[in-house]
């Protein structure tokens, strides 16, 4: 075989395969992606704990009266966190989808300049064009009211509510009745 016909080999199968730097790469990526995951979960599972506690003291002590407050606290927080990690995994899904249409759209200047790189790749929705979503990128921003954290997060404080409702309606009629 000619040398020619050698390179030429070479540059295609350099096209279609991943070297070991790049598999590496994207092992690594997919291990932070993995351990934001696991964060978000993390989240959730202190949380019922947290309050669950909380609760459990209120039903034992019933001089608590700004206990609503300590129920509430745990849940914004984890919230919170539970949001900036979603965020973060969304980022870093970004940044391995933009690295693999590099790849794929055979970009490789940009692609060997973006080897190693982890800065999560975050995109506002106002900022999400249409070529973004057709890439497969996604909006990083707008995790705070998502089907799957809404419905963990809000039932679990409208349930505290009504559980502090409950165990103090004795207390709060008492208000309603003295002030008449």
């Known amino acids: ?26 092992s690594m990526l997919q291990g932070n992606i993995e351990r934001m995951a696991g964060n978000s979960s993390n989240c959730k599972s202190w949380m019922v704990t947290i309050v669950s506690a909380l609760m459990a003291l209120q039903c034992t002590i019933n001089a608590l009266n700004g206990w609503i407050l300590l129920g509430i606290l745990p849940i914004l927080l984890f919230w919170y966190l539970d949001v900036y990690y979603l965020h973060l995994e969304r ?10 249409n590099m790849f794929r759209d055979e970009d490789f200047e940009k692609y060997d300049k973006n080897l190693f790189n982890f800065k999560p790749y975050m995109i506002k929705k106002k900022d999400l064009t249409k070529e ?25 404080f409208v349930a505290v509510i009504l559980i502090s409702v409950v165990l103090n309606w004795t207390k709060i009629s008492g208000l309603f009745a003295s002030g008449q």
Do not use: C, H, P
Not at 4 to 20: G, P, S, V
Not at 91 to 100: A, Q, S
Not at 135 to 143: C, E, H, K, S
């Open 1 to 26: 075989m000619s040398n020619k016909t050698n390179n030429n080999m070479k540059e295609d199968e350099r096209k279609n395969i991943l070297n070991d730097d790049e598999r590496l790469y994207l």
């Open 91 to 100: 980022g870093m899904r970004n940044l391995e989808t933009v690295f693999l």
């Open 132 to 156: 973004q979503e057709g890439q497969g990128l996604v909006a990083t921003n707008d995790r705070w009211f998502t089907k799957s954290v809404i419905s963990f997060y809000g039932i679990t």
